[in-house]
């Protein structure tokens, strides 16, 4: 009888548990959670704080400046503008980030990794020699 009340109880406290710890985000099938530094009408998601989706503008989801050329005068002569959820807030949970590089004449980009991730060039003026070294032996 002891057993079964104290199963009972644990099932219980169980119950009581699970139903107090959120399943999911709020709105699962909200399209976009922006970022916002203001904690009035904000949810966590990720660790977080996003804006209501009703308070989202086009500023959330723009940069301006990929128009303009960087300064290429340095040792390497290029210059990379890094744009992610820190420049356009509406990137928030995509997974996106971009990176727009100006390159002078004979300039080049360090050498870099990045795991799992898609890479797509554009180029806009000129011509762009590009590498892919990889870990797979397969492809090799």
Not at 56 to 67: E, I, R, S
Not at 103 to 127: C, D, F, K, M, Q
């Amino acid at each position: 009888m002891k057993k079964g009340v104290s199963f009972l109880v644990t099932l219980a406290l169980m119950a009581l548990a699970s139903s107090l710890s959120p399943t999911s985000y709020p709105s699962p099938l909200q399209d976009t959670y922006v970022t916002s530094s203001e904690p009035k009408n904000v949810v966590s998601v990720y660790g977080e704080l996003c804006k209501n989706q009703n308070l989202t503008v086009a500023k959330d989801l723009f940069y301006l400046g990929l128009d303009k050329p960087r300064k290429t005068s340095n040792l390497v002569g290029s210059a990379v503008t890094l744009i992610n959820v820190a420049q356009i807030a509406g990137l928030n949970t995509f997974g996106i980030s971009l990176i727009h590089i100006d390159y002078a004449p004979y300039g080049w980009n360090p050498p870099y990794t990045h795991s799992r991730a898609t890479e797509i060039l554009i180029v806009l003026e000129g011509i762009l020699l590009v590498s892919f070294v990889t870990s797979n032996s397969k492809t090799a």
